[in-house]
């Protein structure tokens, strides 16, 4: 089990997101019917899933991160980028060359096609280098806003880092993992020394790769401790205590779990901010920063207000991230 010790900067801030999911919207008992669950549907909406969405044929997961880049708000990218950091749950959603191909030619150029590469060129960010994040599970997009941060920190002419994440399941998969009803889906941000959007504060990581072949009701069984050290953790790196907490910010995952957590915790289950569960489903790595643009648009979030990102995903790997909103968030004063 390994966490890293690094500090992110703290003049370093997120802004964005932008997001996509599947064209698809399919309700949970559609999704029972079609051979895409393995909980019936009634467990499924009693954990509070109710809808998700479902790639159509013939889309891909760049589709979906190409959308998310192209929902940030028009200024997110002005004056270009330079790094872009594409995050992946499903190692397979890291090329987006043809497996057909492939395998008719066996040349290895159709293995090497890389999402990443192909987001550069398209949004035309010339000077952008590209990396690629792929075993971190659900936990993705977190990894890659602090490597994001790293960067800024090492390179003092980097002025912005573009991070997307976007996974799409095959065809063929069930859209259900660890009792959760999961979306194709993709996000966005830019990390950034400008001031804007959410200030950095801290980030945190825990793997433990003992657990990497985990079955589901494994899995479910490390959740709650693991989430309560890793918040433990990275609340003492900031310096700072629960109480301090305006607002926690999950993944969608089983509603019931954040009830347990939040009383594990000392937080009031109404500061656990969800909203998009039980239309979005668990969107992979994008739930996040889709429940955190809800909360910027909610009225709800005051400037100042420190809020904590908390996920789990496989490998097995939990991160957390403590941000702080600004006044460019639509945080009121």
Same mark, same amino acid.
């Given at each position: 089990?390994?966490?890293? &010790? ?19 919207? &399919? ?10 669950? *393995? ?10 899933? +109710? %809808? ?44 987006? !060359?043809?497996?057909? +191909? ?15 590469? *192909? #987001? ?11 990396? !690629? ?8 997009? #977190? ?14 002419? %980097? ?20 009792? /959760? ?10 990390? =950034? ?16 790769? !003992? ?10 069984? =490390? ?22 907490? &305006? %607002? ?16 594990? #915790? !000392? ?20 739930? /996040? ?26 490998? $097995? ?5 403590? $941000? ?10």
């Amino acid at each position: 089990m390994t966490s890293s &010790a690094q500090e992110p900067s703290s003049g370093v801030f997120v802004t964005g997101p932008g997001y996509a999911l599947g064209e698809i919207k &399919a309700h949970v008992t559609e999704s029972a019917a079609a051979g895409r669950l *393995r909980s019936a549907p009634d467990d499924l909406a009693s954990a509070g899933f +109710a %809808w998700h969405y479902v790639s159509a044929p013939g889309s891909t997961a760049y589709d979906l991160a190409r959308s998310a880049v192209s929902a940030l708000p028009g200024e997110a990218l002005s004056g270009g980028v330079d790094a872009v950091i594409h995050a992946t749950c499903l190692p397979c959603n890291g090329n987006v !060359g043809s497996s057909q +191909a492939w395998r008719a030619t066996r040349d290895v150029t159709h293995l090497m096609d890389y999402p990443g590469s *192909r #987001l550069q060129a398209d949004f035309a960010l010339d000077r952008a280098i590209v990396i !690629g994040l792929s075993q971190q599970g659900c936990t993705s997009m #977190l990894g890659a806003i602090r490597l994001g941060a790293v960067l800024l920190a090492s390179e003092p002419q %980097w002025a912005k880092v573009l991070c997307v994440t976007a996974d799409r399941f095959p065809a063929e998969a069930r859209y259900e993992h660890s009792y /959760n009803l999961v979306s194709d889906s993709a996000a966005a941000c830019v990390v =950034t020394r400008q001031q804007a959007g959410f200030r950095l504060l801290t980030a945190h990581q825990i793997t433990n790769g !003992g657990l990497h072949g985990a079955t589901d009701d494994e899995t479910v069984g =490390t959740y709650f401790s693991y989430v309560r050290l890793l918040v433990t953790q990275t609340l003492d790196r900031a310096g700072v205590g629960i109480g301090d907490i &305006a %607002w926690i910010v999950p993944q969608n995952t089983n509603q019931k779990a954040w009830q347990i957590l939040s009383r594990m #915790l !000392g937080v009031e289950f109404g500061q656990v901010w969800q909203p998009s569960l039980p239309d979005h489903g668990h969107a992979i790595s994008a739930d /996040n920063l889709i429940n955190l643009a809800a909360l910027a648009d909610s009225g709800q979030l005051r400037a100042g207000q420190r809020i904590l990102l908390v996920v789990a995903g496989y490998g $097995l790997n939990w991160q957390a991230m403590l $941000l702080e909103a600004t006044g460019a968030t639509g945080a009121t004063a």
